[in-house]
């Protein structure tokens, strides 16, 4: 398993933008697929995008369009660009590595984040 830790959540007002981060404590994480997740209160734990080691992405349709994720290998860190948050993307957001990455889907790995809570305001 790899050691991951989110950061970037915040407050922010409907239309705003947020940019999380993930790094991953990890000699082996470029090589490896990550996939973002987001779990809303009273809800489950749901896949939001992902990418692989060659910065491939899918995503979900809620998202398409607006949310963008992206990685730096060299700093072992991926990153979810949010723009126009809307109140349904409140959550905390985690992210995942050590899955299985296709162009459609993303497999969960056995590596989680803590987590970092994202509050969008109407």
């Known amino acids: 398993q790899v050691q991951l830790v989110e950061s970037g959540g915040g407050l922010v007002q409907a239309g705003g933008s947020l940019r999380l981060s993930c790094v991953a404590f990890?000699?082996?994480?470029?090589?490896?697929?990550v996939g973002w997740y987001r779990q809303a209160p009273g809800g489950r734990r749901a896949l939001v995008g992902s990418i692989n080691s060659a910065g491939g992405t899918n995503y979900v349709d809620s998202v398409k369009g607006r949310f963008t994720i992206s990685r730096d290998n060299t700093k072992s860190t991926v990153y979810l660009q949010m723009n126009d948050l809307k109140p349904e993307d409140t959550a905390v957001y985690y992210c995942?590595?050590?899955?299985?990455?296709?162009?459609?889907?993303?497999?969960?790995?056995?590596?989680w984040g803590q987590g970092t809570q994202v509050t969008v305001s109407s």
């Open positions: 995942n590595a050590g899955g299985t990455w296709t162009a459609n889907a993303y497999d969960q790995g056995a590596s």
């Open positions: 990890s000699r082996t994480f470029g090589m490896g697929a």
